[in-house]
């Protein structure tokens, strides 16, 4: 069954006739269209795409299962014709879609068709992932450690963090990466305080944590990972929040199967952080679907993590513990759910390594 097969028995469940489909991620998991100006219309038996003249060619060659259709620039204007007879209700992505932008669709579209927010109903498909997924997901990260490796072994200590970060992108996109999955994260001494730190101009010291977290993006999908590093003996303090955050990550990574919450996973982390008197330390959510996009479903978060988790799904699991003014470690894995438990995709060891 093709993913807009599966998208119909969406629309069936949400009583929709139809999805408009804009967003562009969404529309190459459907379509495989990989351009940046296009849509898709997707019904039980209706399949269109639109783009312009720029995208006719490449769309030709990337999208088979598709009415490919050329229209203007102005793409939207196309849907004021073209609608299968019957056609009543029509879903909108209206978590994706500007208010001007749907403005103009209401515009050009026939009167007596109701547009109907549909909300994320590509990604509820997106979120479970096919074997071919997996393969690009496990590449990318196996493509990440390389790099990250190849970047540790120049020595780092020193070395300004951004000059770090920039190698390491430019390393991955030598082995073949698409591009980095986000902007790296080098973040040493009371930098790593902050979980999204960035990366500063700033020389990585001796004798303090360092944390990392990078991905790659390989055939458009992203890998995602984040180890701390010690770059030479440190604090007692340092070591005992990293000793901790390891055993934490790994309770909840033991806990990804078929079964529990996203909730349910994160509390084993959390509970494990609080009881050391670090509860206030850990203020993000567990962790998050990673595939087309680094961000993406299931959430992994104790507000957030209603859905149980299944195989397919995609998740990591990167707890961490950031002390203002001393430092932080996270330990990020990428990990595969399967039917009876998990496959962790990245490969790095998780036990403190000194690094220079
Ligand atoms: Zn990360
Ligand atoms: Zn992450």
Known sequence: MSRADRLTELLDREGLDLLLVTDLTNLRYLTGFTGTNGMAVVGREHRRFVTDFRYVEQAAAQVTEFDREEGPRDFVTALGGGWPEGAKRVGFEDHKV?????????????????????????????????????????????????????????????????????ELEHEMRRQGADEPSFASIVASAERGARPHAGASGEPIPAGTLLTIDWGAKLDGYCSDCTRTFATGEVSDELAEIYALTQRAQQAALDAVAPGPTGAEVDRIARDIISAEGHGEHFGHGLGHGVGLEVHEGPTLSAQRGDDALVSGHVVTVEPGIYIPGVGGVRIEDLAFVTVDGHDVATGLSKDLQIIT
């Open 98 to 166: 500007s208010i001007r932008q749907h403005a103009r669709i209401r515009e050009v579209m026939p009167a007596g068709i109701e547009l109907v927010p549909a909300g994320a109903l590509v990604e509820e498909l997106r979120a479970v992932k096919e074997a071919q997924e997996l393969d690009a997901i496990r590449a990318a990260s196996q493509l990440a450690d390389a790099a990250l490796t190849t970047i540790l072994e120049r020595g780092v200590v020193g070395r300004p963090e951004r000059e770090i970060a920039l």
